[in-house]
């Protein structure tokens, strides 16, 4: 087990929205930006340290305690805003990242300490699954560092991933949103 106060939150959201057509992350959903949800949902938890990597959403995340880590060129792909975030993580002192999307409303903090508690030492990899696919959120021990901080393009970590262990919740709680059909049929599964 990993203790959450030696894990950087790294949580992602530097993208383009492209799909979406504008800032996906200030769109409400139940009442607040869907940004905002895991947020929330992970206030609790006593990270090391919490750390945004944005770039050109509105969304104030530094005034939820997070450090802001400004990506200039989110075209690069979803590589480099990880590797910004695990330089910071690094900086921070943290033995272990936790990589999570603002685009995913329905993560919950019991999940995150069940990668937690199944995170064991430097060399963990512990990604979320819905039974099938591995995605985030994603805990990575300082051993893979220097594996996040090649990463490049859109892949990110994907191949660390497919390595780890894998711990299954419910599809409904890995959802993320990409395009505005995506969170419509969100609010209407309420």
């Known amino acids: 087990m990993i203790k959450a106060e030696q894990v950087a939150l790294v949580l992602l959201a530097g993208g383009r929205s492209e799909r979406f057509g504008s800032d996906k992350l200030t769109q409400l959903y139940l009442g607040r930006p869907l940004g905002l949800h895991v947020v929330v949902a992970l206030e609790a938890v006593p990270f090391r340290e919490r750390i945004a990597v944005v770039s050109q959403t509105t969304l104030d995340l530094a005034a939820c305690g997070y450090r802001i880590v400004h990506n200039d060129d989110p075209a690069a792909g979803m590589g480099r805003s990880l590797r910004l975030g695990v330089e910071a993580a690094c900086a921070a002192g943290a033995e272990a990242v936790l990589i999570a999307l603002a685009d995913m409303p329905r993560v919950t903090a019991t999940h995150i300490y069940r990668l937690l508690d199944r ?18 959120p994603v805990l990575f021990g300082c051993m893979h560092f220097d594996a996040l901080l090649r990463s490049e393009g859109d892949m990110g970590a994907r191949e660390l991933v497919k390595h780890g262990h894998h711990v299954v919740t419910s599809p409904a709680e890995l959802l993320d949103i990409d395009t505005p059909e995506d969170l419509a049929t969100l609010i209407h599964a309420r």
């Open 119 to 136: 995170a064991e030492g430097p060399d963990a990899i512990v990604a979320s699954s819905d039974g099938v696919i591995p995605r985030p």
